[in-house]
């Protein structure tokens, strides 16, 4: 059974420093997606990334992946208020059909 | 373009009583996935439907969960009769690829029905 672990559950942050949410998985996957969610909001698709090596940046956010390690990064860099959300990866496997497999969630909260 | 809706946005009901919820799709999706957040804990997928179809109906809980999906548009998942355990927040999701591996497969997300079972 495929699971994927994050950490950590809950990060607080001051503004301008740089931190990294991580996440593990267990088997083999096809791809690794980044989601945030603002509290009563939809989940938001951040990064999609296919294949080892991969590195997607948007902002202040990069995401990265390891498919030897199993592991994906989410490198958080000079933190501003507007990124306080709860972040989550997902993993999916041609083996599973297209659902997602869902870590328990990143609440990041930015202090001024 | 309209995103994912669902409705209720928050339903409060007692233990035994019948709670449906509707999921509108992006229009032209034909995947529809619904899923479950329950306690804080990981989101856990429930099914998944490609256009009326049900295709993988294997992450529902129990049979008094039933997942409908009219001419292949909107879903409802209905839960009778509702039990404790049952409250959590139920997302649905559509994505518009036909196969695995297909770009189009990134999944939208509604916001999601907050149900309390009391």
């Known amino acids: 059974e495929l699971k994927v672990e994050q950490n950590p559950l809950f990060l607080s942050m001051q503004e301008g420093k740089n931190y990294t949410i991580y996440c593990n998985y267990s088997t083999t996957s096809d791809r690794l997606y980044w989601y945030r969610q603002d509290p009563g909001k939809s989940l938001e698709s951040l990064f999609v990334?296919?294949?080892?090596?991969a590195v997607k940046q948007e902002g202040r956010l990069m995401a990265s992946l390891d498919t030897k390690a199993r592991l994906s990064t989410l490198h958080i860099t000079a933190a501003v208020h507007d990124l306080s959300a709860t972040y989550f990866c997902a993993v999916d496997m041609k083996t599973s059909g297209s659902r997602l497999t869902f870590g328990e969630g990143t609440q990041l909260t930015v202090n001024p | 373009e309209a995103g994912v809706t669902q409705f209720p946005s928050h339903s409060v009901i007692e233990k035994g009583q019948t709670v449906t919820l509707r999921c509108d799709p992006i229009s032209g999706h034909d995947n529809l996935y619904w899923y479950r957040r329950v306690m804080g804990k990981e989101i856990k997928f429930l099914l998944h439907?490609?256009?009326?179809?049900?295709?993988?109906e294997s992450g529902m809980p129990n049979n008094r969960f039933l997942a409908e999906r009219t001419g292949g548009t909107y879903s409802t998942l209905k839960v009778q009769p509702a039990e404790l355990e049952d409250s959590g927040v139920y997302f649905c999701?559509?994505?518009?690829?036909?196969?695995?591996?297909?770009?189009?497969?990134?999944?939208?997300f509604g916001a999601g029905t907050r149900l309390s079972v009391l």
């Open positions: 999701a559509s994505s518009q690829g036909k196969r695995h591996g297909d770009s189009r497969n990134i999944q939208y």
């Open positions: 439907f490609v256009k009326e179809s049900k295709q993988d």
């Open positions: 990334l296919l294949s080892n090596g």
